[in-house]
C-alpha cells in the first residue's frame, strides 16, 4: 500500500520521521497557507479522511483513559478537559469521555451573542487563528484541578502555550496535562514545554498516541506555494458529477433539549448519560431513512464533531458499514493520487453566518469514494438557505452521492429559550421527501441486524481438539489458507510497518523431546498451583455477576482457562456455563461481528471476558477502548494471573510458568492464533483462524485440562479463603508492570513498549514466535524459568539477571530489526 505522504515527501523532500506507527496515522498534503505549507492529515482524527468511527471515537477515548491512569482518581476528578477548533472539537470530547466523561469545553470561532468571553488565544501556523472559549458557567474554568488541554497535534508548542499563559494568569492551577494523537515537535522545541512550565510555576504533563518529527528543507515555504500554485490552475479533482439526483431527506432526530450540540458552552457527565440514553432511537431513526443504502458516510460540520461522530458510532453499532468525516473551513490542495491524502475536494459556500464573513468550506475525500448515502449532519445555525443553495454544501453531496439524508441538531445557546436555539429562515427540503414521518416507516424499511447473516460457532472436532460442548469458536475457518511465513521475515515486516502481525501466522514451533519433557514436569508441580487460580477468579466471577456469567475467552491463550473456568462451575456447582472464545487484535481491536452474535444470542450484561494472564495491559486497554462502541459489555477481563496488576479480577498476581504458555496450539485445542487480513475478512466475517489437524500427535491441550481439574477437590478450602479475602480486598489496578515496562524500554534504549514483554507467559511467547533480543530475569528465579531458559540457550539469546524486576522475567524483541539480527546458523546475534 502506498503512503498517503508519497507524493509530498518526494516533490518538497519532507521527511517524516519517528514511531513505526506514524505512516497509518499520518499522511501529508499542501495547503494555501502563508504560515506553513504542508499539512498533516490525519487518517484517525475523522476531519479530512473518512474513516471508522469507532477507530476515531476510540482514538480520543485511549487517550483518556491514559490521562486517567496519569492522573489517579482524585485529580482526574477534579479535572476539566479542553478541545481545539476546528479540529480537535471531537477528539477533546472524546479524551473528555475517556476520563469518566469529565466536564469538558472546547475553543471556538464562532461569537455567540450575550455570551461573555472567559479567554482566547491564537494559533500561530492556523489559517483562522482567534480562538474563544464561552463557558455557560464561567466557573468551569476556575477551579484548581487538573486543565487538559487536546489538539490533534503537537508541533510548535505555541497554541498550548498561549492557551496555558491567557488561562493561568486568570485562573491559576498547579497542574496542566497536554494531550494530542501525535507529538510532532522539533529538536529546537522539546524543551519549551519544561521551561514554560518552570516558568509559571506549574506541573505540565504530555500525553500522545505518537512520536515523530518533520523535516522540512530549506525553502519548503515557498516550495509548497509554489506547487500549489501550479496545480491550483489545473482542475480540482472531483469525481464525474451525477446526473440523476434524489432530493434531500430531513430526518428529525429528536435530539434531546436537555443536551447540548456540543463542548461550545460546556458539556457535563449529566449530559454524557442524557445523550447515551437518547442515541439508540436517534440511529434508528437514521437508520430508517437510510434504506438499503450500503456504504454510508456521515459527515459533521465543522467543529461540530462529536455529536454527528456518536451518531455515527451507533449506527455501526447497529451493522451498517459507516465512515465518518467533517467538513472544514481550512484550504487544501487536491491531487488525485494514491500517495497524496487529499484525494478530492469539494467546496461550497460558508452557511452558518461565520462572523468572519462569507467564505469557502470545503468536504475532502467524499466525492469518487463509493458512498451509497451519506448523513450531513448540521447545527441549526447552520441550517440556512446557503446550505439548501443549488451550489450549496447538500447540491454538492447529491451530485456525487446516490441518497442524502440531513439531520439538524439544535444549535444550544445559554439561558435562552427554545424557540431561540431554532434557526429562523431555513427552507424545507424537495417535495418529493416531505412529510412521511420517518417513525411511520420503520417497519417496513428496518434494516436487518449484521449478526443475522453470522454463522454458528465453530466446535469440536470439526474445528478443534476440544469436546463441542467446552468451548465455540466465534471464527471462520481458515485450515486452507498459507499463513505461515518464516519468523525473522515477520519481524522485519512488523517492525518496518510493512505489514501487522494478525495478518500472517508465525510457523508453528516443534517441541523438542526435552522441551516436551519439561511441559509435563512444569504441569506435574503446578497443576495444584493452577487449579487454585482457576477456582479463585471463577468464584470470583460468580460472586460479583448477576445472573449466570457467559465465559468469552480471548483466543487463543484465554481459551485453556475459559475452559478450566467452565469446567470448576460444573464441578463445584453443577453449573454449565456458556464459553466462546473472540478474536482481539492488538491495534485493530476485538472482533466485532464477534460481538454483535454475543448481543444476538446473550445479555451482554452477563458476558465475562477471559484471558490466561496480563503483561503490561495492552490486551486490557485495547478491549476497553474497543467496547466502547458496544455499551453494555463490561470491559474488565477475569485472568488466571495478574503479575502487571491490570485488573480487578484474577486468580493470582503472582508471576509463575503456567504450562498452557509454554506450547502454542498444541495445548490450545491445536487452534493457531487468530488472523486478520482484508483479503480474508470481510465486513460480514468473524476473524479467521487455523486448525491445525495435522499435529494430532503432539496435542496435549486435554492432557493439560484434565491434570489441573484433578486437583479441584483439594484445593476446594483454600481457594474458599482466598475469595473471601479477595472480595473484601482492594483489588483496584495500580498499572505498576506497565510503568516497569516503560521504564526498561528507556534503560535499555528501545523506545518501543511494545517491543517489551513482561512475565514468563509472554516471555515464552517472545522466544517462540518473535525474534529475542534478550531475556531479563528476576535474581533468584527457580524452576519457572528452567523451559525460558532452555528455549533461549536453543535460540542462542542472553539471558541477563537483575535485580527489582517486578516480574519474573521480560523477553525483549530485537528492536530495530532487520535480517542481519540473527546470524546464518538462525541464532540471535548478541548486541555490542
Known amino acids: 500500500m502506498v503512503w498517503s505522504g508519497t507524493w509530498v515527501a518526494e516533490r518538497l523532500g519532507v521527511e517524516l520521521n519517528g514511531d513505526e506507527k506514524l505512516p497509518g496515522l499520518l499522511g501529508l498534503a499542501l495547503r494555501r497557507n502563508p504560515r506553513r505549507a504542508h499539512l498533516l492529515v490525519s487518517n484517525v482524527l475523522g476531519k479530512h479522511v473518512p474513516q471508522r468511527p469507532s477507530v476515531v471515537y476510540g482514538a480520543g477515548f485511549s487517550l483518556g483513559l491514559r490521562v486517567r491512569e496519569l492522573l489517579g482518581p482524585d485529580e482526574t476528578a477534579r479535572s476539566v478537559v479542553v478541545g481545539y477548533a476546528e479540529t480537535a472539537t471531537g477528539l477533546g470530547h472524546s479524551v473528555a469521555d475517556g476520563l469518566g466523561f469529565a466536564p469538558y469545553l472546547h475553543s471556538t470561532r464562532r461569537p455567540v451573542e450575550g455570551v461573555p468571553s472567559a479567554g482566547g488565544f491564537e494559533e500561530s501556523h492556523s489559517h483562522a487563528t482567534s480562538h474563544l472559549l464561552l463557558p455557560e458557567d464561567p466557573k468551569l474554568l476556575a477551579g484548581d484541578g487538573p486543565l487538559v488541554l487536546v489538539d490533534d497535534e503537537f508541533s510548535t508548542g505555541n497554541t498550548v502555550l498561549n492557551t496555558i499563559r491567557d488561562l493561568h494568569e486568570r485562573f491559576p492551577r498547579e497542574r496542566y496535562v497536554v494531550v494530542a494523537l501525535v507529538d510532532m515537535r522539533s529538536a529546537a522545541d522539546l524543551g519549551r514545554?519544561?521551561?514554560?512550565?518552570?516558568?509559571?510555576g506549574a506541573h505540565v504533563d504530555l500525553v500522545t498516541g505518537a512520536t515523530g518529527t518533520v523535516t522540512l528543507p530549506e525553502g519548503v515555504l515557498e516550495k509548497g506555494?509554489?506547487?500549489v500554485a501550479a496545480?491550483?490552475?489545473a482542475t480540482v479533482p472531483v469525481a464525474p458529477l451525477r446526473t440523476a439526483r434524489t432530493a434531500p431527506v430531513r430526518v428529525d432526530l429528536g435530539w434531546p433539549s436537555t443536551?447540548?450540540?456540543?463542548?461550545r458552552h460546556g458539556f457535563r457527565a449529566p449530559h454524557a448519560v442524557f445523550l447515551d440514553e437518547a442515541l439508540p432511537a436517534m440511529s434508528e431513526r437514521l437508520d430508517t431513512a437510510l434504506a438499503d443504502a450500503g456504504r454510508v458516510l456521515v459527515l459533521g460540520f465543522e467543529e461540530l464533531m462529536y455529536a454527528p461522530l456518536r451518531l455515527a458510532v451507533a449506527l455501526e453499532r447497529a451493522g451498517r458499514d459507516v465512515s465518518y468525516s467533517t467538513t472544514t473551513r481550512s484550504p487544501v490542495l487536491a491531487v488525485d493520487d494514491p500517495g497524496y491524502a487529499i484525494r478530492t475536494r469539494l467546496v461550497f459556500p460558508a452557511h452558518d453566518a461565520p462572523a468572519d464573513g462569507?467564505?469557502?468550506?470545503?468536504?475532502?475525500?467524499?466525492?469518487?469514494?463509493g458512498f451509497d448515502a451519506v448523513v450531513a449532519v448540521v447545527d441549526s445555525v447552520a441550517d440556512t438557505p446557503e446550505l439548501h443553495a443549488p451550489d450549496g454544501l447538500l447540491a454538492q453531496l447529491a451530485g456525487h452521492i446516490p441518497r442524502v439524508v440531513l439531520a439538524v441538531v439544535p444549535s444550544y445557546v445559554p439561558d435562552a429559550d427554545a424557540g431561540a436555539r431554532a434557526s429562523a429562515g431555513a427552507p424545507a427540503l424537495a417535495s418529493v421527501t416531505e412529510v412521511t414521518p420517518v417513525t411511520d416507516v420503520v417497519e417496513a424499511t428496518e434494516a436487518p441486524e449484521r449478526s443475522s447473516m453470522l454463522p454458528e460457532p465453530l466446535r469440536g472436532p470439526a474445528f478443534s481438539s476440544y469436546a463441542p460442548e467446552e468451548v465455540g469458536w466465534l471464527l471462520q475457518d481458515l485450515s486452507d489458507v498459507e499463513l505461515e511465513a518464516p519468523t525473522e521475515e515477520r519481524e522485519e515486516a512488523i517492525q518496518s510497518g510493512g505489514a501487522h502481525y494478525a495478518e500472517s501466522l508465525p510457523v508453528e514451533y516443534q517441541p523438542s523431546a526435552q522441551y516436551q519433557e519439561l511441559f509435563h514436569a512444569a504441569l506435574e508441580t503446578s497443576a495444584a498451583r493452577i487449579a487454585r487460580a482457576v477456582g479463585t477468579v471463577t468464584e470470583t466471577v460468580l460472586a460479583e455477576k448477576k445472573g449466570t456469567p457467559v465465559l468469552v475467552s480471548l483466543a487463543r491463550a484465554g481459551t485453556p482457562v475459559g475452559v478450566l473456568m467452565r469446567r470448576w462451575a460444573q464441578a463445584r456447582h453443577g453449573i454449565e456455563l456458556p464459553h466462546y472464545a473472540v478474536s482481539i487484535v492488538r491495534g485493530r481491536g476485538i472482533d466485532a461481528n464477534a460481538l454483535r452474535w454475543l448481543a444476538a444470542h446473550h445479555d451482554p450484561a452477563d458476558v465475562v471476558f477471559v484471558d490466561g494472564w496480563t503483561g503490561k495491559g495492552a490486551i486490557t486497554r485495547e478491549l476497553a477502548e474497543a467496547l466502547r462502541a458496544f455499551p453494555g459489555f463490561d470491559p474488565e477481563i477475569a485472568v488466571l494471573a495478574d503479575p502487571g496488576s491490570c485488573v480487578r479480577t484474577y486468580g493470582t498476581r503472582e508471576d509463575f510458568l503456567i504450562p498452557s504458555a509454554c506450547l502454542n496450539s498444541t495445548v490450545s485445542g491445536l487452534i493457531s492464533r487468530t488472523v486478520l487480513r482484508a483479503d480474508l475478512v470481510g465486513p460480514d466475517d468473524f476473524h479467521g483462524g487455523k486448525f491445525y489437524r495435522e499435529l494430532a500427535g503432539a496435542d496435549v491441550s486435554n492432557d493439560f485440562l484434565d491434570?489441573?481439574?484433578?486437583?479441584?477437590?483439594?484445593?476446594?478450602e483454600d481457594v474458599d479463603s482466598a475469595v473471601k479475602e479477595l472480595l473484601a480486598a482492594d483489588r483496584t489496578p495500580t498499572w505498576e508492570g506497565w510503568a516497569a515496562v516503560e521504564r526498561i524500554s528507556e534503560e535499555y534504549g528501545i523506545h518501543d513498549v511494545n517491543?517489551?514483554?513482561?512475565g514468563v507467559g509472554e516471555t515464552t511467547r517472545v522466544l517462540l514466535r518473535r525474534v529475542p533480543w534478550k531475556i531479563l530475569a528476576k535474581r533468584g528465579a527457580g524452576a519457572d524459568l528452567a523451559h525460558v531458559r532452555l528455549l533461549a540457550e536453543q535460540r542462542g539469546v542472553p539471558v541477563e539477571e537483575v535485580d527489582g524486576l517486578p516480574y519474573t522475567c521480560v523477553g525483549l524483541i530485537h528492536p530495530q530489526f532487520t535480517r542481519g539480527a540473527t546470524g546464518a546458523d538462525g541464532k540471535t546475534v548478541v548486541s555490542q
Do not use: C, M, S
Open 193 to 200: 514545554l519544561e521551561g514554560f512550565a518552570e516558568e509559571i
Open 225 to 227: 506555494q509554489a506547487l
Open 231 to 233: 496545480h491550483e490552475t
Open 259 to 263: 443536551v447540548p450540540d456540543g463542548g
Open 358 to 369: 462569507p467564505g469557502e468550506r470545503y468536504a475532502y475525500n467524499v466525492a469518487g469514494a
Open 707 to 716: 491434570a489441573v481439574a484433578a486437583h479441584y477437590d483439594e484445593v476446594a
Open 755 to 758: 517491543l517489551v514483554k513482561p
